[in-house]
């Protein structure tokens, strides 16, 4: 995946993109198939509410194309629940689910924390040493205080990704010195709405075009996200 901005978005089971992005005459359950034509990558979210298995995951495996890539965010169980406390065997647990599920179609996988979550030296150090650096992990925070040059420093020495955000209460700063580049575009002013000007896109494409990575819309509770990532898509080529 070298030089290569993967796009896509954090959900595709959306009745407003139909007419817009989806055929009227497309049936639901070709709606993942439709979008894996479209679309290298896909955000997968409903590990965060409900723990994978294996066996839901190889089903995801089988319905995507040969080269078609998955990020899964971790269960909220682990990250806000627990907030990797005493967890050690759920968190190796979900490596393991990711990995046999989606084997090489496992991109990345994303621990967001909640914005209560806040910065402290310990849970800096907590979070790397509860983390499988074999694989390609992205930190989510949702709590400003963790935008400061100590976390940056640790993530880059143990090859974490800190994910970039677009979110209406953070620095939206598109970081490009982490292992890849990981970008979730919340929406901004209204969270999961709001769609993002073609300047922010434009923006956005010259910021990341010489890295590799991946770039996801989760302003999916409208139309803005897909509309977004296929412009987005359209310009980067």
Known sequence: MKNQIL???SSY???YWKGIFYPDNLTYSQWFQFYSQHFSTYEFNGS??????????????NKAPENFLFSVKAPKEITHIKQFLDCENLISDFYNVCEMGLKEKLACVLFQFPPSYYFTAERLQHIISNLNLEFKNVVEFRHK?????EVWDAFRQNQITFCSVSHPQLPQTIFTDFPLVYIRLHGVPKMFYSS???QELLHI??????ESGFIYFNNTASEAGILNALELQRIVV
């Open 7 to 9: 796009i896509g978005c």
């Open 13 to 15: 089971n959306n009745r």
């Open 48 to 61: 965060f509410y409900k723990f994978p298995t294996i066996r839901v995951l190889t089903n995801w495996y």
């Open 145 to 149: 205080s963790w935008w400061i040059p």
């Open 196 to 198: 993002y000007p073609l």
């Open 205 to 210: 494409r010259d910021e990341t075009h010489l």
